[in-house]
């Protein structure tokens, strides 16, 4: 069963480990991740019941694991971020045409959240993008987190490094 077959009315992107599979080689993930506006959280709760999908727990970042009918872990992320209501207004299609989110704030979202996987994901993501998107990423980042301008260059620069 398709996401977009159970949310009919919830707007999302796919973010995170699948996410990441746009903008750099592929690494391991055995759940997915979405983005949810936190004002759409009712609706895509009751979306999930009716699709025969199983609360699991909640998650500390704001959002809940669920089981999808076919057992597929999926977890979903509410936001009330500024950047997020950008981030749902502006998908990338992946090649299935699942709505997905966009180089730029997935760079914010993974800046927000900072863990060490995360963070390792933005510097692959980077070496990996063209100059067209990395000044996308850095117009986000100058808006949403302008602190860490600096921080994104040195990982372009680290990026890079890995791919030569």
Known sequence: MLL????????????EGIATRLYMPERMT????????????KVCEEELLE?????????SIGGATWALPDGTELNVIFSDEPWAQEALAHPVLDASGVPTISLPYLVVMKLYSGRVQDIADITRMLGAADEDQLQQVRQAVAVYMPDALEDIESMIVLGRMEYE
């Open 4 to 15: 977009s077959d159970i949310l009919k009315k919830t707007p999302f992107v796919v973010v």
């Open 30 to 41: 055995l759940d997915i991740d979405i983005l949810v506006l936190a004002t759409d959280r």
């Open 51 to 59: 699709a025969g999908c199983k609360k699991l727990g909640d998650l």
